[in-house]
């Protein structure tokens, strides 16, 4: 039996054992469930996966819910950390995410994700406005897997996370501190971190109320930096974060509230975001820095070097939102969501991260804004419910860029290249998603959305003054290109009750990404016009709360489709990574997550992902010194069989919680794992950015005191196991290889102070 057949033979044994067993369950318990006591049974999760909210055990969609509570009791600070709580959502480097093993991997504004992020029901067009930031005041994380376009603002093809703050809370005078300390196992010269989080909670009105947010955060870097630059060089290792939002809420009158909220966030440093170190020497180019350094290459170096006039990272995002709702009847609700954001970026890299002068420019200036409305009408009757509405997104990014290399002749500007990009996209849909309710047991479910896209960009490009002509961008001159594209995608399934705690359902669903430019050409003067990305899926699920509402088990099995796969790969030659569309991209699997109370205290969190995700087609650059025996026929290779990048077999969670009453206090005892099987960061299968298998665990214990004080302790990895977030090729010699740390990477020890009012 081939492999996807065990997959699929492997699921279905699941869904009919959870059948088997919730039917033995409801016979035995004779309609007990009902009446047993709260504490021994698992908590009802809450969710917005429809845009309404609603139980999740009745969503017919495939979704991880994380809560503030778990975030807190897990010491989870930002979206990268989300992977070990949701075994089917990975994160790389430079805001990279992937569902399923279907991501990007694409480090540009001006091309969406395949991975969607919405914070309070605003799609963001580009991830990188969350995947740094610190979570503050966070009411629940919700990762959908599959494709969202239907219900959602934006189309993200592969999945979306849904981020989902605490409104203001009408009447109430409230608020919390929250303090954090860390201790990590890096290199000698820093090891500290600290977060301090506080909110306060208003009433302005008997009607309206103000909620305020304020964050700040220092971190130490993972890596070490020698340091040999200018006396004037801007040197920022440290990470520094403040934050702070303002939300307020206004309910005139019953089915009637204006829900306005303003943020703004600035951060300062490349620690745990461009902490990269030499895994692998090569061609032994960079021992004389090695030796200069004082380091060894090797999976556990945290030492590089920095000659550079400048190695920093500078970002402020913020941004606005209007949410109007209005309930026109009981059975009609009007809503509009208008939102406006930003980012401005600006970095120099020393991009060899030693101490040759090989590759010490790598600067960028990036200016982004984007503006998105969202009408929506909800209707909910007895037999029809659903919602429709239209969209629009407007966003333009404005970038500078320019590489220079002297490759360690003492040359200034042996090679470089420089760009002076505008990019727009223009973005317009109408979407419906309706449920018919049959009977009392069955629905189905049917929805489409229609979009049209506008995408532009200008690019005036290798016009410095360097040594080596053409420049490493390609042509010199001012270029300009414009595409537009329309899209019909759809979805259309069916849900089943079979008892009050057992559903099942199965979708078949087409999703769609937008089309994009990057903001260079490339080697030639020909259009580099990203088109869009399509997806078909199919998806079968068992929603299960068994055993007198003991364990809640939820099994999801998927088929994905993916036409003109939007990627990132790695030109070995032009030492650049270049956009692509990859003919096709297959992936299934399994998906399970659940929840227990076998005794009164104890609660266990589980989750885990089985899948295979494989190009069927994609033309990409071969890996340095492969032969045409591993198939590289003039420095191109089929990558049809190979898994994109960062794609993983199987990945799992596991967490369990104690609580010890004591008086009117509490101790909980905390304790979890995470693993996931070894990656490829390449797309061409390269064995140097090969990373096997990652097993980490973590514990807390927290003792709270009469319900308004926590005092806790906690480590993150643990067993302190080295796993990088990202490998790569360093430039100047092919064959080395650069490792990428972030805050997930090294040991963490901490205690925290959590204080509520």
């Known amino acids: 039996m081939s492999r996807r057949s065990r997959l699929w033979v492997g699921a279905a044994a699941i869904a009919m054992g959870g059948f ?8 035995a318990a004779g309609g007990a469930g009902e009446s047993a006591d709260n504490r021994n049974t698992v908590a009802e999760i809450v969710v917005s996966a429809q845009r309404i909210e609603q139980n999740l055990q009745s969503v017919p969609v495939a979704v991880t819910a994380v809560s503030g509570a778990e975030l807190e009791s897990r010491k989870l600070n930002d979206l990268t950390q989300i992977q070990l709580v949701a075994p089917s959502f990975q994160t790389t480097t430079d805001n990279a995410f992937s569902l399923r093993g279907i991501g990007s991997s694409i480090f540009l504004a001006t091309v969406d994700s395949s991975v969607g992020v919405m914070v309070d029901d605003v799609s963001l067009g580009v991830p990188l406005f969350q995947s740094n930031g610190v979570f503050n005041d966070i009411a629940r994380i919700e990762v959908l897997r599959g ?31 929250n303090v954090e300390y860390d201790n990590r196992d890096t290199a000698d010269g820093g090891h500290f971190g600290a977060v301090a989080r506080g909110v306060v909670n208003l009433p302005v009105t008997a009607n309206s109320a103000l909620r305020i947010n304020l964050l700040g955060s220092y971190q130490n870097p993972i890596a070490r930096a020698i340091i040999a630059a200018p006396p004037n060089a801007d040197i920022q290792q440290n990470q520094t974060r403040v934050a702070g939002r303002i939300k307020y809420l206004w309910e005139p009158s019953d089915g009637t509230d204006l829900y306005l909220s303003a943020d703004y966030s600035r951060e300062r440093g490349v620690g745990g975001i461009w902490d990269r170190t030499l895994r692998t020497t090569g061609a032994g180019v960079y021992n004389a820095a090695l030796a200069k350094e004082g380091a060894v290459a090797g999976p556990k170096n945290l030492r590089y070097g920095i000659d550079a006039p400048g190695n920093f990272r500078s970002v402020d995002t913020y941004g606005v939102s209007a949410n109007v709702s209005h309930e026109l009847t009981p059975n009609l609700t009007l809503s509009n969501v208008a939102a406006y954001r930003s980012f401005d970026l600006s970095l120099w890299l020393d991009t060899d991260y030693s101490l040759e002068d090989r590759l010490n420019t790598n600067r960028n200036a990036t200016n982004y804004r984007q503006y998105s409305d969202e009408l929506r009408l909800a209707y909910k009757g007895d037999k029809i419910d659903g919602q429709a509405g239209l969209y629009a997104f407007s966003s333009t990014t404005k970038g500078r860029t320019q590489i220079a290399a002297a490759f360690g002749t003492g040359i200034p500007n042996l090679l470089g290249g420089d760009f002076d990009a505008r990019n727009t996209n223009e973005s317009i849909a109408a979407f419906g998603q309706f449920n018919y309710h049959v009977t009392d047991a069955l629905s189905l479910i049917f929805g489409g959305r229609l979009t049209h896209d506008n995408v532009k960009m200008r690019t005036t490009q290798d016009v ?11 042509p010199s001159g001012t270029f300009r290109f414009s595409r537009s594209n329309t899209d019909f995608s759809y979805k259309v399934g069916g849900q089943y009750q079979f008892t009050p705690d057992v559903m099942a359902y199965a979708t078949y669903a087409t999703g769609y990404k937008g089309p994009g430019y990057p903001q260079n050409l490339g080697s030639s003067a020909f259009d580099p016009y990203i088109a ?6 199919f998806e079968a699920g068992v929603r299960s709360t068994l055993l007198d509402r003991r364990l809640r088990l939820n099994v999801s099995a998927f088929h994905e489709k993916f036409t003109d796969f939007q990627t990132q790969t790695y030109d070995s030659v032009a030492a650049l990574f270049r956009l692509a569309n990859a003919g096709g991209v297959r992936a299934y699997g399994v998906e ?8 009164e205290n104890l609660t266990i969190n589980f989750g885990a992902t089985l899948s295979s995700t494989k190009f069927t087609d994609f033309i990409t650059t071969c890996f340095p010194n492969q032969t045409v025996a591993q198939g590289c026929v003039a420095g191109q290779l089929q990558a049809k069989g190979l898994a994109p990048p960062s794609a993983a077999k199987f990945t799992s969670n596991l967490q369990g919680l104690y609580d ?17 099987s070894g990656v490829n960061f390449s797309p061409n299968g390269d064995p140097g950015t090969a990373l096997g298998a990652v097993n980490s665990w973590g514990a807390s214990m927290t003792y709270k005191v009469a319900g308004r004080y926590e005092i806790g302790v906690f480590c993150r990895n643990c067993g302190d196991e080295r796993a990088p977030s990202f490998l790569s090729h360093v430039t100047g010699d092919p064959l080395a290889i650069l490792q990428s740390w972030n805050f997930n990477s090294v040991r963490t020890i901490g205690a925290s102070f959590n204080y509520d009012f």
């Not at 399970?592 to 005794?599: E, I, M, N, Q, Y």
């Not at 010890?660 to 996931?676: C, K, Q, S, V």
Request: no cysteine; hydrophobic share 35%.
């Open 532 to 537: 869009p990305e399509t997806v078909k899926d």
């Open 20 to 27: 088997a067993a919730a039917d033995a369950s409801a016979q």
């Open 660 to 676: 010890i009453p004591i008086g009117d206090n509490t101790l909980t005892l905390e304790a979890n794992f995470f693993h996931r």
């Open 464 to 474: 410095g003054n360097y040594v080596t002509k053409p420049g490493v961008y390609g």
């Open 147 to 177: 494709p969202q376009g239907l219900l959602f603002g934006r189309n993200a093809s592969a999945g979306l996370l849904s981020v989902v703050t605490n409104r203001p809370r009408l009447g109430e005078t409230s608020g919390n501190l």
């Open 592 to 599: 399970l997550d659940g929840s227990a109370r076998p005794v």
